[in-house]
């Protein structure tokens, strides 16, 4: 489970910020706190367009990235140095995650421009596993020498692995959920989501209790597996649909009878299905095309069915904070970013002023805990 996160310098992060997944002092709604743990099942993420949500959780991305792509992850254009970035002023990265009863501490210095690693140290219940400085890395006293572009964790976890312990944190990473709605063209969601193979192998394993899922959430279809030949003769699987409308029977591709928000909700579904080993799972933008009912819905199933799980959500969706998942004051970040003050993440509904019985969405939108646009239009414009 995800603790914090320490972000210093990566993108428009220019001071040093803290996101927490630490439950606050409020003892409203202890539904939405991991049982045993202080850890919330939940994060809300609001704020301006531009004024850095993505940039924010797109630290874990990174992470993940560096699991997935080693070295070649400096080379992803999400990355590209921002206008803080020089030799002088590195970024820097603490990932403080809670796994198999063990607290583990990942820390980070990277160069950006020069594509090298200053300085990396994983922690484990307060033991150093490894401390790398540069080119030079110590492991039990022992000198190891790697390139500069080399991320240790990953050689430590190909080339040495003496530590189970370890194997844990690669396959908690491993097995993070990280969506961007926003950046996924609408054919890509419609059409290329659902040949997937790994979505359909688990579907046809699995396609009574999806459909059984499907139904719950007010759907009036079933889906299923449709198989077809393509233009050199070999098989095709497509994930598509049987609905009956107005006594005709209808059977196609899903991203041909149902509209955009239904094939967005049923990508969700089967992504969190399909990973349901996954113990965090970031959407951003997880309103896209999707009704607030559904979406807050959505959120109270995996809250409810996977109580282990955490889910970090930027979102411009205020009806959530008034809806049946009963969202606590300090489940909820306000982002803001100005040239006047910079960056800033704030839990600010936790203030004393702020009762718990106050309705947050109204606050919010009232603009007394900012996070939202300061729109102007000039009268001479209309």
Known sequence: MLRNIKIYNFGPIEKEIIFSMEKGKTTQFEKNVIENTNLLKTMYIYGANNSGKSKLVETIKFLKDIVEFGKETFNQKNYFPFIFSNEDNPTKLEYNFFIKNKEYIYTLEINFISKKIIREILKIDEEIIFERNGETAFVNKREIKVDSN???????????????????????????????QQRGSDSIIKAQSFTNIEKINFLENNLEKINLIVRDFGFNFDIVII??????????????????????????????????????????????????????????EIERGVHFALVASFINYINTVYPKKQLILPTHMTDLLDSELQVRKDQIYIVENSSEKGYILERRFSKKMIRETMNFQKILKSKSVGGVPDIKINSDVL
């Not at 189970?164 to 990473?173: A, D, G, P």
């Not at 990973?275 to 970031?282: K, M, T, W």
């Open 150 to 180: 080399i991320f240790f964790l990953m050689y430590y976890y190909s080339q040495i692995g003496d530590k189970e312990e370890v194997n844990f944190l690669i396959e908690y990473i491993n097995g993070i959920i990280y969506i961007e």
């Open 227 to 284: 198989k077809g030949i393509d233009p050199v003769g070999r098989e095709t699987k497509t994930i598509g649909i049987n609905k009956t409308f107005k006594d005709k029977h209808f059977q196609a591709p899903i991203f041909f009878l149902e509209s955009f928000g239904t094939n967005v909700f049923i990508d969700l579904l089967l992504e969190i299905e399909k990973n349901n080993n996954s113990e965090l799972i970031v959407i951003d």
